[in-house]
């Protein structure tokens, strides 16, 4: 598991990268802040649901404020997922240093 900063994940958005931004946060937290085209999958569902990701695609792993997504991206790559990224900060790093429009919580 490799960490990426936010401004890389923004990066990736703007660039289009082809990869799939999986959101472990709750349903809740989703509702009050998100990224576009985020597939959510909340960590306690997360080991359940594996077979819905493809161990091929590479993954960055956003949580609120980056431990979540670094406990997911072990998952992960403990399951056989070879390109995965936990996003340092989360979220609220994310919408402190990129994208201010983001509600914070």
């Not at 959510?40 to 404020?65: F, G, K, N, T």
Request: aromatic share 6%; net charge negative.
């Amino acid at each position: 598991m490799t960490e990426i900063s936010v401004e890389e994940l923004a990066r990736w958005r703007t660039d289009g990268k082809a990869f799939v931004l999986l959101d472990v946060r709750t349903p809740r937290e989703v509702a009050l802040a998100s990224l576009p085209n985020a597939v959510h999958m909340p960590l306690a569902e997360l080991a359940a649901r594996l077979p819905e990701l493809d161990s091929h695609a590479e993954i960055a792993v956003l949580c609120h404020s980056g431990n979540r997504s670094a406990f997911a991206a072990e998952l992960l790559t403990r399951s056989g997922f070879r390109n995965v990224y936990s996003v340092a900060g989360g979220i609220d790093a994310y919408a402190e240093r990129v994208d201010s429009t983001l509600p914070r919580y």
